[in-house]
């Protein structure tokens, strides 16, 4: 930390002539079960990773905001009176997005000078813009001494996505980033914004194995599938009329009236339904020492979003079939939104370099690409740092 803290100050300095006088941190995450139930009201098994993105700063004494990146090339200065969306850094519309957000609330910001540098790449399916939204949330929660828990800055950070970026995602990301638990997974409850703590068992290690096949959520098909369950909730009604979101179909009453829906209606709304009810099994499972329902709730997540959601990608198939084949591997999936970026897996302990080793050279024998594999520990959410 204290090597990474240098490198930015120097970095900091250089831009603005003096040391940052203040730094605030969110995580990435990963979600253990539970692709694309977030935004039908469902449930999701997340987990803050200890990859995260800092943000230093100074305090302005004006109403502008000026933004650089250790990580990518641009940067940004605007008035806090005049937030516009930036097609040449686009990146900084998250920071752009959740000041403008705050403003229309109510709430009165301060300006600041900034440098961002991240460790969740980018595009991978970790979250790094909701790492980003969170940790400017809470540095202008600290520097305009704002009244906000970790739920308001969630729900900033995801009508910022939402209504300024133009990505209609659910609550996962940011309340991950912002809910944090050291050591433990999150059982999220996305219709009621509450959690609670699942021990993750200790013989387990969890490992990100990032395809680096970039995905980018803006204009694809993500809101497509978006749209296609909120269209097959408006079908499901008609035959439940107190549903008011696939989080309340179970199985048994999907499959009763699943012959009445258009075939890819329906299809969406089987994996959203039965991922849901994974989510619920698998809290149940992770802190057992137990490997076999692991290793099919994976297996089943992965062949639904595949063949149901159709979120997957050639990238995401050759990875899977190398870490199937590793050594010590006790489960496997995708992570995020899927159409590439990073997948997960359960590693016994003592195995984790030899499956690091087996799964990176069988990728790159298959797609001539160098996979970027890590383990991971689960991580607080967002703070400033002392």
Known sequence: MEERRRFIS??????????????????????????????????????????????????REDNHIVIHSCNTPGGAFFSLEDIQRDKVAPWTNYVRGVAAVMQTSGFKLRGFDGLIHSTVPFGSGLSSSAAIEMAVAILFKTLSDLRLNPVDMALIGQRAENDFVGVSTGILDQY????????????????????????????????????????????????????????????????????????????????????????????????????????????????????????ELFAASYSGARDLYEIGSPAMAAMMDAMLLAPGLVAARQAGAGFGGSMVALVKEGFLEVFIDHVTKTYQQETKIQAEIYAVQAAPGAMILE
Not at 11 to 35: N, T
Request: proline share 6%; aromatic share 8%.
């Open 10 to 59: 120097k970095e900091f300095k250089q831009l603005y002539g003096r040391l940052p006088s203040i730094w605030a941190r969110a995580p990435g995450r990963v979600d253990l079960m539970g692709s694309h139930t977030d935004y039908n009201m469902g449930f999701v098994l997340t987990m803050t990773i200890d990859r995260d993105t800092w943000i230093a700063a100074f305090p």
């Open 176 to 295: 991950s980033s912002a809910m944090g638990r050291d050591g433990c997974g999150i059982l999220l409850d996305c219709r009621h914004l509450t959690s609670e703590a699942v021990p993750i068992n200790p013989a387990l290690q969890v490992v990100i194995c990032n395809t680096r096949s970039e995905r980018n959520l803006v204009g694809t098909e993500y809101d497509e599938r978006r749209a296609q369950c909120e269209e097959g909730l408006r079908l499901l009604q008609r035959f439940y009329p107190g549903i008011t979101a696939l989080r309340d179909v179970s199985p048994a009453m999907f499959m009763a009236q699943r012959q009445m829906l258009p075939e890819l209606i329906a299809r969406r709304c089987q994996f959203i339904i039965e991922e849901n009810q994974r989510v619920l099994d698998l809290a149940q499972a992770l802190p057992e020492d137990c490997p076999e329902p692991l290793h």
